[in-house]
């Protein structure tokens, strides 16, 4: 027989769900089992099921419950034991043992090294979890008591989980998970602190300090202290650029020697373009021949309206750049931080991240036109906004924590919601079809006309970057992996890997580019076979890539703000 209490009270037999009475008989039980295979003395059980003041009644009744549950779970699984009763449990037959035992394996695993089975381990036990634990047992004087260190071990088992994963480079998945549970528990000092890290080892140095400093104000606020020793130090470190702060190399990947061999020296001394800057790479060529200097801490590129776009996240602008005379025409301001820019016939669309608003820029007017504050009133509410794409007729915009937004911009206002189950990592406009990438490593279709899922791809690795192109779907994972996926049938069919951080991708009909930012350069990738056919390089750390007309656009950040 199988007890479950990390959440409702649950006992199951042979797949069956045992009745197990009414509130202080399913009280007795989850006291019993929350001390499975010890003695509880009746004394005991009838202060924590009655409180201090029991009724004359409460022995009698303690005694027929027992007798109740025995008719229930069998004669043999509640004994008489002086000075009290047990329940006895068989091993890993209660969730709370399994879950303490996953949990203490994945903790031994993760000081001896082993990330990966740390991992998997403490992903298992948290699986366990079916909701808030004995809820349904509502003011039983022990219940709430229980609730609250069940619910503490959770969540340190999920600090754990999320420690594993940091050690696995997975910081771009994380980011949204750790910015939900910070909202939650906005006073745990852990979970904030992996949230900054998570985002400095992302390029996102000036979030992560903001989100100490918000810490830092409510601290005090709620409760008239500072942050603690190890918060403080890691502030520090991030501001100081310690190179400890780096994420740990992924095993198992290397980069195509007879390219890397070639490139590498060049692109690890020279800095041919400065940071906060856009590099301008002439293909004939394979070298950056110019470069236009933007705002700070480029993001995301796009073209169209005969200009080049480019999104500035810590000033929170958009660039306009002349792509001929290669110098900025005019800066837009958003008034938040510009994470990812998409171009429309009439409109350039941008998603403003944690700020959760989209912003439409008429390219004719250079200014913005219409901020749509996604964070509205109704009973969903989408926070932040990761990344947009736009056709004529509706902008498509990946929304935390789940969902996918189809936005009409004759009306700038929500047209479909579509939860796509996970966090959305990146969105990009097929020929026939949008696609999705989320952190539970899949690759989503969306049919326009129905606004439904219809294929689900899986992704070995969490994904980091989305592109379509006329013949493939093109996607970049944490590995360090460039993925080919055969839009029509929904299947990959070729994986490249190149190592490194690839972020930014487009493709044309000739090549695949990407945007290392390990490295500062940029991958070309031929498209029929999967060979990586050029590393360009163009120092410091690119972010994104866009092509157009022989020339291919990088935006270059700061190796510091990485």
């Given amino acids: ?110 000081a001896g090294g082993d990330a990966e089975r740390s991992a998997d381990a403490l992903r298992e036990a948290l699986a366990l979890w079916r909701g808030t634990p004995l809820a349904e047992l509502g003011a039983v004087p022990f219940a709430q008591r229980e609730c609250l260190r069940l619910e503490e071990l959770g969540l340190a088992a999920l600090e754990e989980r ?31 602190g992996q949230l900054m890290l998570a985002l400095y080892r992302c390029g996102r140095q000036a979030d992560g300090l903001e989100v100490y400093r918000s810490g830092r104000r409510l601290l005090d606020e709620e409760l008239g202290l500072q942050p603690s020793d190890e918060l403080q130090r890691l502030e520090r470190a991030i501001l100081n650029h310690d190179p400890s702060l780096e994420s740990p190399p992924v095993p198992g990947v290397r980069r195509p020697p007879s390219v890397a061999q070639r490139r590498r020296a060049s692109s690890r001394t020279e800095a041919p373009v400065p940071p906060d800057s856009v590099a301008v790479i002439d293909l004939q060529r394979s070298r950056v ?48 931080p510009a994470i990812d820019l998409a171009v429309a016939t009439d409109a350039v669309w941008v998603a403003n991240g944690s700020d959760g608003t989209v912003s439409r820029i008429d390219p004719g007017a250079d200014a913005v036109v219409e901020t749509i504050n ?128 690839l972020m930014g991708l487009c493709a044309t009909d000739e090549a695949v580019f990407a945007a290392n930012n390990a490295d500062g350069t940029v991958v070309q990738i031929d498209p029929r076979d999967g060979r990586v056919v050029d590393l360009i390089p163009v120092g410091h750390a690119p972010t994104d890539v866009a092509s157009w007309d022989g020339t291919v656009w990088v935006s270059i950040q700061s190796e510091s703000a990485m």
């Fill in 374 to 501: 996604l964070r509205g009133s109704s009973e969903l509410v989408w926070n932040p906004t990761y990344a947009v794409d736009a056709a004529d007729d509706s902008v498509w915009i990946a929304a935390g924590p789940h969902h996918v937004l189809r936005i009409d911009p004759t009306t700038n206002e929500p047209s479909a919601i579509i939860d796509v189950g996970q966090a959305p990592v990146g969105v990009a406009l097929g020929q026939e079809a949008l696609w999705v990438v989320t952190t539970a490593e899949r690759a989503l279709r969306i049919e326009p006309h129905t606004n439904t899922a219809t294929t689900e791809v899986p992704i070995g690795w969490p994904p980091v970057a989305l592109t379509a192109g006329k013949q493939a779907v093109w996607v970049s994972d944490e590995r360090g992996q460039v993925w080919r996926i055969n839009p029509d049938t929904g299947t990959v069919t070729q994986t490249t890997p190149v190592g490194g951080a």
């Fill in 289 to 336: 021949v110019g470069h236009v200097l933007v705002g700070r801490r480029p993001v995301a590129l796009a073209i169209g309206h005969g200009s080049v776009w480019v999104a500035n996240a810590d000033d929170g602008t958009v660039s306009r750049i002349h792509p001929d005379r290669r110098e900025v025409i005019r800066t837009i301001g958003i008034g938040a």
């Fill in 1 to 110: 027989m199988e007890f479950r209490i990390l959440g409702p009270l649950e006992a199951e037999q042979e797949g069956r769900l045992v009745p197990l009475g009414g509130r202080k008989q399913r009280a007795l039980l989850a006291l019993l089992l929350l001390h499975a295979n010890a003695v509880v003395p009746r004394d005991r059980l009838i202060d924590e099921i009655w409180g201090d003041e029991p009724p004359e009644t409460a022995r009698t009744a303690l005694q027929v419950y027992v007798s109740q549950l025995r008719k229930a779970l069998g004669g043999e699984r509640i004994e008489t034991r002086a000075p009290g009763y047990r329940v006895r449990t068989e091993p890993d037959a209660l969730d709370l043992e399994r879950f303490e035992r996953l949990v203490a394996e994945g903790r031994d695993a993760l």
């Fill in 162 to 192: 999320v420690e594993a994963d940091l050690e696995l480079g997975r910081h771009a998945r994380l980011v949204p998970e750790l910015e939900g549970l910070v909202r939650e528990h906005p006073l745990r000092e852990r979970l904030r």
